[in-house]
């Protein structure tokens, strides 16, 4: 039970059901999204670098987060729903179609397909789900490798245009920040309201005890493709955001490696939570920046290694992290979040 | 098609399927000791390959004697991983196990990259290189030396299962750890020798795939073919892992020889048969040829 303000009180049902709960937290959610909003007023380019691709994951994230947080479904192909986005947003966009309405058609075509390898679902789970998406994981860039090269370019991939609404073009770091932000403050919202619908209370039962939530009443199948559809929606989403930020896409983008990074993301923020995703692919995506930015350092200390130090550091520091986490903080950075934020709500007292 | 180049493309098939039936076993001795599912092996495999590419580069030994200083490292290796990594994880949900062998895998794919360097490596020649010729079929001797070494695996393991205390030890241990452990016997310690053995079995597969493809950091994922065959045969089968490894090499085979339309060719069909097979098991049969089917009780 999470602790509340003291002289807080519920004196309706919707002030119960209220995520911002007095002034104090409206104005400071009012003041948060200003500061987000204008970041790009005075941030460099490559902060915005690493925040925009920091969002991009998030999405992604907050996707794989519902299937594999609240459903308990795990998915090694978060990365392959994603390339489906991405190829999906660049032809459109490249047929003519305006950026709004391709960005939500990548989200569709991502989950349709989602949805197609979601099926095997109904007679199977736990691991054996995660081999049927590992298959999805080799099949679909395999597709977007070989498969009417003429349209999707191949091995070599796409070269994709910048994004337009109106007369604005996203074509920098600056304006890229805006689509992707805003994408992720919706999506943010998105999921942690269907957390607390009808919808997020039968997959959190699907997950602690699937058959028992069958016999509540629950259409597990049903619930579960819902998951997937949704998940799959996300990393479409993120894909056609991701092409349009990398302006470039080939399929080795979308590879086993990236998808074992979001569910690590997942493990690392804390599954099931709208918090988690948002701590773990910061702290991933941070982990990563400064890894790339000590490497460097490293090198000049160990001339004999520098040749793949980055090559060799990134995953190991990634595989270390997750490891500990795993041992020490199965529950994640959105857990202790939880903890620290109780702490201080009953200061002085220890519990 | 060709069909007449079809005994070719069977029995490098098959042979081929010899190395993914050695990964397969490694990774159902694991899951039939301890329900772990080791997304790793692959990883473990190329260590193999790699370490005794050390040992003939830097120390100068004969490449068998690395062979076989390599298992003994790959033994200790093994050992290691169980004890550090997996036996805190003992208890918790099967994601938080997925998840500890993905993140050894990460761990040592950028460990392999620091230790050994990025560019490809081979290994010295261990089988001369004249093909054996049967009928029409030729076959390059260092696959079928691979697909030897899978079939001296699986037997040596099924006398281990049958006739030594360890092995019995561990059949006992596989159907359930709280009895096995009510009767004595220390069930960690069968993991940790489970994962001794897989180590020590990839090793052998590492070497081998090292000898027929060239030694480099992709290597792991020729192992995730293995998956398919490891579902296939049933996840806690020994001849499960094997037969399951043979019908994957043999698919992949044909499918990659058979068609001679240039457009079909040029889809590399072969690249996701194995997958495609994976996804036609999982929806037909999701237990596998000889799994055991399990019955849930709320």
Same mark, same amino acid.
């Given at each position: 039970m999470a602790l509340r303000l003291a002289g807080?009180?519920? %004196?309706?049902y919707a002030h119960d059901m209220a +995520? +911002? &709960? !007095?002034r104090g937290q409206w104005a400071m959610t009012i003041v948060f999204l200003i500061a987000l909003f204008t970041l790009p007023f005075f941030a460099s380019a490559d902060i915005l670098g690493t925040i925009n691709l920091i969002g991009i994951s998030i999405v992604a994230v907050q996707g794989l987060n519902l299937l594999? #947080?609240? %459903? =308990?479904q795990i998915s090694l192909g978060q990365a392959a729903f994603m390339a489906v986005g991405a190829y999906t947003s660049a032809v459109a966009v490249k047929a003519g179609i305006p950026f709004w309405f391709a960005l939500p058609l990548a989200g569709l075509s991502g989950g349709l397909v989602g949805l197609i390898f979601g099926l095997p679902s109904l007679r199977i789970k736990g691991f054996y789900l995660a081999m049927a998406t590992l298959a999805a994981q080799f099949i679909i860039p395999w597709f977007f490798r070989n498969v009417r090269v003429d349209l999707f =370019? #191949?091995?070599?991939g796409l070269r994709v245009p910048p994004p337009q609404i109106g007369d604005l073009i996203f074509n920098s770091q600056q304006t890229m920040f805006y689509p992707i932000i805003g994408t992720v403050v919706i999506c943010t919202i998105v999921a942690k309201n269907i957390a607390r619908t009808r919808l997020g209370r039968a997959l959190i039962a699907i997950r602690d005890n699937d058959l028992a939530a069958e016999v509540l009443g629950i259409n597990a199948f049903s619930y579960k493709l819902r998951a997937f559809f949704l998940s799959a929606f996300y990393a479409g989403l993120a894909g056609a955001l991701w092409a349009h930020y990398a302006r470039s896409i080939n399929p080795?983008?979308?590879?086993l490696i990236s998808s074992i990074w979001y569910l690590g993301m997942v493990i690392v923020g804390g599954m099931?939570?709208?918090?988690g995703p948002i701590l773990g692919a910061t702290f991933v995506r941070l982990l990563e920046e400064f890894t790339v930015q000590a490497s460097p350092l490293l090198g000049k200390a160990f001339p004999q290694l520098e040749a793949g130090l980055l090559a060799a550091l990134c995953p190991m520091v990634f595989g270390v992290a997750l490891m500990l986490f795993l041992v020490f903080?199965? &529950?994640?950075l959105a857990h202790r979040w939880e903890m620290i934020k109780a702490a201080w709500r009953i200061r002085p007292f220890a519990h | 098609m060709n069909w007449e180049l079809f005994p070719q493309f069977l029995a490098t098939g098959l042979l081929t399927g010899g190395v993914y039936a050695l990964i397969a076993l490694g990774i159902v001795l694991i899951y039939k000791s301890s329900r772990i599912f080791n997304f790793a092996q692959g990883h473990i495999l190329m260590i193999g390959g790699y370490v005794t590419w050390w040992f003939t580069e !830097?120390? #100068?030994?004969d490449v068998w004697l690395s062979f076989a200083a390599a298992v003994v490292v790959a033994v200790f290796l093994g050992l290691a991983i169980e004890r550090v990594a997996l036996r805190p994880l003992i #208890?918790?949900?099967?994601l938080a196990t997925i998840m500890m062998t993905l993140a050894l895998s990460q761990f040592m794919q950028g460990g392999v990259i620091l230790l050994f360097g990025a560019s490809q490596r081979s290994l010295p020649i261990? $089988?001369?290189l004249q093909p054996v010729i049967i009928g029409d079929v030729r076959l390059k001797l260092n696959l079928v030396m691979a697909f030897a070494f899978g079939i001296v695996g699986f037997i040596a393991l099924m006398f281990f299962f049958r006739f030594t205390r360890a092995g019995l030890a561990m059949c006992a241990a596989a159907e359930d750890h709280h009895l096995a452990q009510s009767v004595g016997l220390r069930v960690p310690r069968i993991f940790g020798l489970a994962w001794a053995i897989a180590s020590a079995i990839a090793t052998v597969g590492g070497v081998m795939l090292a000898n027929i493809s060239g030694l480099e950091v992709n290597l792991s994922i020729i192992a995730l073919k293995a998956f398919p065959a490891v579902l296939f045969g049933g996840l806690e089968s020994i001849p499960g892992a094997i037969i399951g490894g043979l019908t994957v090499g043999v698919i992949e085979g044909l499918v990659g020889g058979l068609p001679n339309d240039p457009a079909l060719r040029s889809l590399h069909l072969a690249d996701i048969a194995p997958y495609v097979f994976l996804l036609l098991v999982l929806l037909? &049969?999701?237990?596998?040829? $000889?799994?055991l089917k399990r019955i849930e009780r709320i």
């Open positions: 807080d009180f519920d %004196t309706s +995520i +911002i &709960r !007095n594999v #947080g609240y %459903t =308990g =370019g #191949g091995m070599p080795e983008q979308f590879s099931g939570s709208a918090l903080e199965p &529950r994640g | !830097n120390l #100068g030994w #208890g918790q949900p099967i261990m $089988f001369p037909f &049969r999701p237990d596998g040829l $000889f799994g």
